[in-house]
């Protein structure tokens, strides 16, 4: 049986193919179409996941959607009129009821019929719904707890879910806007010169800056936690106004929004982020204490935009309120198409539950015969290597920047080693050096460790595998001298570990580094510049090779470099 998931009705627009419970396929259209949180309708994503399993339109059985209009549109439609009088809810959502209810739905069942060329059977799966499936179907648990963190999606902000076997079990929702912990952390962000949706990370890496307790009086207004997991924030404080990037109540309490030729780390800023992750940290672990006593369960999954704040989910893991926690390394968005897909599998064609998410490398590979022939087309000299792995990491142990493309794309927003930019983390300089020179982004945002699984813990505070980078933990105190580049200012590293498994020739470079220099680390951050997608193929990495400070390209088994 084959069910194509499809997320078409919101950001990070996505595609993926399940073959009798098994995952073959999975990317966002934004690596395809090349627009960073692409909006656009999946066609090339989906494309790639047919090409992938070398099947037509007409071998599909069911495709799956993500979100229920009519739902969209009922939930809006109440929330317009609970907000009636404040004017740029009134207008966003009525908004909603008319593009995402009615003009996007039109759209994709146009695309799906005309474009694809699909016939078959539609099915509409929740917004919540499908991020609580996406966690939980593919987590390694039989039964947990779900909880869904986001802006907003069918009328939700959050939901918590009870997971047994192959089913789900909705056991609370909260309402937007009045608990939604994404829309507040969003106008924080909005405040801060940030854009919505698309620079949450930027709000948490700047937190650490901070001291939230400066401001926590004064925030502690913002929002209540109230019983039931109820968390409310205060309308009145946050944007309501078309055309303004924060309401005046709350600049006229912490000063004018920030301007883009303003400092970010200046000190008025720095505590109004550290304030506003407070708030969110004391938020989620509000709901997941709730989802703990409505469950009785030992066991967390975790998904919605929210999840993908690594510092939360760090504090909620060494709270030990679950024994193990599964987070959807396409928690944003993206993976809406993955939950719609596995909803159908289980719910619909009563599937048993096949598959654990392992790994995130479900997109496109290229072969070497491939990268041969892009790089002898561009007239592009190149040295074939035997050993990838070997070369890569004396080059990282020399200090040189590498750019690594290896093997199928990793879906979701982190790079985990197969589309990557490496360098050592030994000297503090390289973090400034690969934000300037590579990156083209802010100097105050930090990069993430790559480390052996197996030997992970020397290095860092962490007792588990972090195979998708979405956990945050202290480094070493006697470690941070050797691992100035990848440590934060407040002493953290958000962590990769390798496994061998997972990644054999990342692992292998990864060993070789420490053989090198003692420390088996690297700094790892995704192949791409600021503003774009994550790079997908050949073409894209040389591009972004050549526009940058990267020293050096190791693209399968060739090797391109800059000189010496």
């Known amino acids: 049986m084959y069910i194509l998931g499809v997320n078409a009705a919101s950001h990070n627009s996505s595609a993926c193919l399940v073959k009798d419970?098994?995952?073959?396929?999975?990317?966002?259209?934004?690596?395809?179409?090349?627009?960073?949180?692409?909006?656009?309708?999946?066609?090339?994503?989906?494309?790639?996941?047919?090409?992938?399993?070398?099947?037509?339109?007409?071998?599909?059985d069911v495709v799956a959607i993500a979100g229920v209009p009519g739902r969209e549109i009922r939930l809006s439609a109440g929330a317009w009129a609970r907000h009636a009088f404040r004017p740029w809810y009134r207008a966003w959502l009525g908004n909603q009821i008319l593009v995402t209810g009615i003009y996007k739905d039109h759209r994709q069942r146009k695309k799906l019929r005309?474009?694809?060329?699909?016939?078959?059977?539609?099915?509409?799966?929740?917004?919540?719904?499908?991020?609580?499936?996406?966690?939980?179907?593919?987590?390694?648990?039989?039964?947990?707890?779900?909880?869904?963190?986001?802006?907003?999606?069918?009328?939700?902000?959050?939901?918590?879910?009870?997971?047994?076997?192959?089913?789900?079990?909705?056991?609370?929702?909260?309402?937007?806007?009045?608990?939604?912990?994404?829309?507040?952390?969003?106008?924080?962000?909005?405040?801060?010169?940030?854009?919505?949706?698309?620079?949450?990370?930027?709000?948490?890496?700047?937190?650490?800056?901070?001291?939230?307790?400066?401001?926590?009086?004064?925030?502690g207004t913002l929002a209540a936690l109230s019983p039931r997991g109820v968390v409310s924030f205060s309308l009145g404080w946050l944007k309501h106004e078309r055309g303004v990037r924060s309401c005046r109540r709350f600049t006229g309490e912490f000063g004018a929004c920030r301007k883009p030729e303003e400092d970010p780390t200046e000190e008025r800023f720095i505590h109004v982020a550290a304030a506003a992750q407070d708030v969110l940290e004391r938020a989620i672990l509000h709901l997941a204490e709730h989802a703990r006593r409505l469950t009785g369960s030992r066991y967390l999954c975790l998904a919605g935009g929210v999840g993908l704040n690594s510092v939360a989910n760090g504090i909620l893991v060494r709270t030990g309120l679950f024994d193990d926690v599964w987070i959807q390394p396409s928690a944003n968005d993206g993976g809406l198409a993955l939950g719609a897909a596995y909803q159908v599998w289980h719910e619909d064609a009563g599937g048993e539950r096949r598959q654990v998410m392992e790994h995130a490398y479900y997109g496109p590979g290229f072969t070497d015969e491939r990268i041969r022939e892009v790089l002898e087309i561009s007239k592009i000299p190149s040295e074939r290597l035997e050993d990838p792995a070997a070369r890569a990491a004396e080059l990282v142990a020399r200090e040189r920047i590498v750019g690594w493309f290896q093997g199928r794309m990793e879906a979701g927003p982190r790079a985990l080693g197969n589309r990557s930019i490496l360098a050592h983390p030994r000297r503090g300089e390289m973090k400034d050096i690969v934000n300037r020179y590579v990156k083209h982004r802010e100097s105050f945002r930090p990069f993430a460790p790559s480390a052996l699984e197996e030997r992970a813990g020397e290095f860092f505070d962490i007792d588990r595998p972090s195979p998708f980078m979405l956990l945050v933990c202290d480094t070493r105190p006697e470690e941070r001298e050797r691992l100035a580049a990848i440590t934060h200012v407040d002493g953290t590293a958000r962590l990769q570990t390798v496994s061998r498994k997972q990644n054999p020739r990342y692992h292998a470079l990864l060993r070789r580094v420490g053989e090198l220099t003692g420390v088996p680390v690297v700094l790892n951050t995704s192949f791409n510049i600021r503003g774009e997608p994550i790079v997908a193929t050949p073409e894209d990495a040389l591009r972004c090779f050549f526009s940058t400070g990267i020293d050096d390209l190791v693209m399968g088994s060739y090797l391109v470099t800059k000189g010496t």
Do not use: N, W
Not at 31 to 60: M, Q
Not at 125 to 152: G, K, M, N, W
């Open 21 to 60: 419970g098994l995952l073959l396929a999975f990317a966002e259209e934004e690596r395809f179409d090349r627009v960073k949180y692409s909006t656009a309708f999946p066609a090339r994503a989906i494309a790639y996941c047919l090409e992938e399993a070398d099947i037509g339109p007409g071998d599909l």
């Open 114 to 219: 005309g474009s694809v060329g699909f016939r078959g059977a539609l099915r509409y799966v929740e917004h919540h719904l499908c991020h609580a499936s996406s966690a939980f179907h593919l987590s390694p648990f039989e039964e947990a707890a779900i909880l869904t963190v986001d802006a907003q999606g069918d009328g939700l902000a959050s939901a918590i879910y009870r997971g047994e076997g192959a089913r789900i079990r909705k056991l609370a929702g909260y309402r937007f806007p009045e608990s939604s912990i994404g829309h507040f952390y969003d106008c924080v962000g909005e405040f801060l010169g940030f854009r919505p949706v698309k620079d949450a990370g930027k709000t948490m890496g700047l937190s650490s800056y901070g001291d939230p307790a400066v401001l926590k009086g004064r925030f």
